[in-house]
C-alpha cells in the first residue's frame, strides 16, 4: 500500500514538471516600423509620428521618448506609440525611443531602443519678390531692412510689437518681462500728430527710436490720422480718424481752396518734418499709413469703411496715398518702406505696384490656422510680387499653427492691450493674461525655429 502511494505520488510530480516546461516563454515586444519611415524627406507637417510594434504595447510612466533630444509627450493605442508634436516645415527630426519604454500586456519591456530620423518638407519662397523699394532714392538702411525681409521671406518670420498707443516699447516690454526676448519689430504711432509737441508727448524726442534701432530692432510706424469733426473746429480733442465722427471728405482732400485740402498740406509737411528726424539719424522706417481703407465695404451688405480716409471710395483714396507718397519724396523722405493693408476684395483700393512694398492684412478673432493660411495664400496670388505681412491681429491662432498651416507672414504684430501695458510700472504689467496675445501665445511664437526674436536681429546699420 504504502508503495502505491509513492507510485501515484512520483506519478504526479512527473506531471507537474511536464506543464512547468511545457509553458510559452514570455518575449518581449518588437519594433516593426515607424511613421515616417528612417530616412523620410519631404515629409508634411501634417503626418503622424508613430511606432508600430508586433503585439498590443502600453508604455510606461517616465518612458523617456525624446524629440531632438528633447522630451517627447507620447501615448499608445494597441500596437502603436504616437508622438504628440507638431511638425515644422524645413526641419529635421529624430526620434529616440530607450529600451524598456513600452511593455507588452505580460508585463515583458521592450529590450532594444529605437531610433529614427526624418526631414519635412521645405518652406520655401513662394514668389519672386520685388528687388527694388518703391522709393525713388531710398537710404542704404532702408535697403538694408527690406533685403533682411526679402531674404527671410517664406522661411523666417519677424517678430513684432506695437506702442501703446503711440510712443513707447511697452508692449515689447511686456513680451520681454514674460519671455526672457524681445519681437524684433516696435510699431509706433503718429496718432497724436496735433497735439505735438507737448509735455506728454513730444515726436521731436526721437530717443525711444533710436534706441530701438540700435539693439538691432526694426522700427515700424503707423499713423492714426486725426483730423477735425467740421470746418472751423480747432479743439483737438474733438479731432478723429472715424467717418463716423468728421465731415472731412478724402474726395476733396486734395481739391485747392477746401478747408480739408489745407489740413493735409499741413498736417502732411509736419509729418514729413518728423520722418527726416528719423531720416537724419539713418533709421528707416516700415511705414503703414491709411491702413484698413476699404472697412467693411466689400465683406457685408451695407459695410462702410470706418476711417474717413476710405470713406469717399477707392478713387479718392488712392489718389490721397499717392500725393502722401510723392509729397514725402519731394521732401527726400527716402528712409521709408511702404506697407498698404488689404481687407481682402479691395484690390480697387491698391494705389499700385510702384507705390507699395509690402502688403498687411489685419486678423482679429480668428482661430483657424487653415483660414487664416488660406487668406494669406488670396492675398498673395493677388499680389505676387510683394511680401504679405500680418500687420496687425489679435486673438488668433497660434503662430505656430498658422505657420504650419502655410501662412507665411513677413511679420506679424498682435495689437495693444491698453489697461494691461499703459504703466509698466503697476500690478497689471506683472499679468501674463492679455485682450490680444497672452504669454503662452508669445511662448509658442518664440519657440518656433522660423520666428526671429531681436536678439537674433544682424545689425542692419
Avoid at 16 to 35: A, N
Avoid at 62 to 69: A, K, P, S
Avoid at 148 to 172: D, P, Q
Wanted: proline share 4%; charged share 20%; aromatic share 14%.
Amino acid at each position: 500500500m504504502l508503495r502505491s502511494l509513492f507510485l501515484i505520488l512520483a506519478i504526479l510530480i512527473s506531471f507537474s514538471g511536464c506543464s512547468s516546461d511545457s509553458e510559452t516563454p514570455k518575449v518581449p515586444p518588437l519594433f516593426v516600423s515607424s511613421t515616417p519611415a528612417d530616412g523620410s524627406e519631404e515629409v508634411t507637417v501634417s503626418s503622424e509620428v508613430s511606432l508600430t510594434y508586433d503585439e498590443v504595447i502600453t508604455l510606461i510612466e517616465n518612458h523617456g521618448i525624446t524629440i531632438n533630444g528633447e522630451s517627447a509627450d507620447a501615448s499608445s493605442h494597441l500596437t502603436k506609440v504616437m508622438i504628440e508634436e507638431i511638425l515644422e516645415k524645413g526641419k529635421e527630426y529624430t526620434i529616440n525611443v530607450p529600451a524598456r519604454a513600452v511593455k507588452n500586456t505580460s508585463g515583458v519591456p521592450s529590450e532594444s531602443a529605437v531610433e529614427f530620423s526624418f526631414t519635412t518638407e521645405a518652406a520655401s519662397q513662394p514668389v519672386e519678390i520685388s528687388a527694388d523699394l518703391v522709393v525713388a532714392n531710398p537710404s542704404q538702411e532702408a535697403q538694408n531692412v527690406y533685403n533682411f525681409l526679402k531674404e527671410n521671406y517664406g522661411m523666417k518670420i519677424i517678430s513684432g510689437a506695437v506702442a501703446n498707443v503711440s510712443w513707447n516699447t511697452n508692449e515689447a516690454d511686456w513680451v520681454y518681462k514674460h519671455t526672457g526676448k524681445y519681437p524684433a519689430m516696435n510699431t509706433f504711432d503718429y496718432i497724436h500728430l496735433n497735439w505735438s509737441p507737448a509735455n506728454w508727448i513730444d515726436y521731436n524726442d526721437t530717443q525711444v527710436v533710436e534706441d530701438w534701432w540700435a539693439n538691432n530692432g526694426i522700427v515700424s510706424a503707423c499713423w492714426h490720422w486725426n483730423v477735425p469733426p467740421s470746418e472751423g473746429v480747432t479743439d483737438n480733442n474733438q479731432f478723429s480718424t472715424y467717418s463716423e465722427d468728421t465731415e472731412f471728405s478724402a474726395a476733396n482732400a486734395l481739391v485747392e481752396g477746401t478747408w480739408e485740402n489745407e489740413i493735409v498740406k499741413a498736417d502732411l509737411e509736419e509729418m514729413a518734418g518728423y520722418l527726416k528726424l528719423l531720416r537724419d539719424k539713418n533709421i528707416p522706417v516700415v511705414w503703414r499709413p491709411l491702413h484698413e481703407a476699404a472697412g467693411n465695404i466689400y465683406e457685408y451688405d451695407n459695410g462702410t469703411a470706418w476711417f474717413w480716409w476710405g470713406y469717399d471710395g477707392a478713387e479718392a483714396y488712392r489718389n490721397l496715398w499717392i500725393y502722401m507718397f510723392e509729397y514725402f519724396e519731394q521732401q527726400g523722405v527716402n528712409n521709408l518702406i511702404w506697407v498698404w493693408t488689404t481687407q481682402t476684395k479691395d484690390d480697387a483700393f491698391y494705389p499700385g505696384d510702384e507705390y507699395v512694398d509690402i502688403v498687411g492684412r489685419d486678423i482679429y478673432n480668428n482661430g483657424s490656422g487653415e483660414n487664416i493660411a488660406a487668406q494669406f495664400e488670396e492675398i498673395q496670388t493677388t499680389y505676387p510680387t510683394k511680401m504679405i505681412a500680418l500687420s496687425e491681429n489679435g486673438s488668433v491662432a497660434e503662430i505656430s499653427e498658422q505657420w504650419n498651416s502655410g501662412a507665411f507672414w513677413s511679420y506679424f504684430m498682435p495689437w495693444y492691450d491698453y489697461d494691461r501695458t499703459v504703466d509698466t510700472e503697476s500690478v497689471a504689467f506683472d499679468d501674463p493674461t492679455h485682450g490680444h496675445a497672452n504669454v503662452e501665445w508669445w511662448e509658442d511664437a518664440f519657440s518656433h525655429d522660423a520666428v526671429i526674436t531681436r536678439d537674433e536681429m544682424p545689425d542692419l546699420k
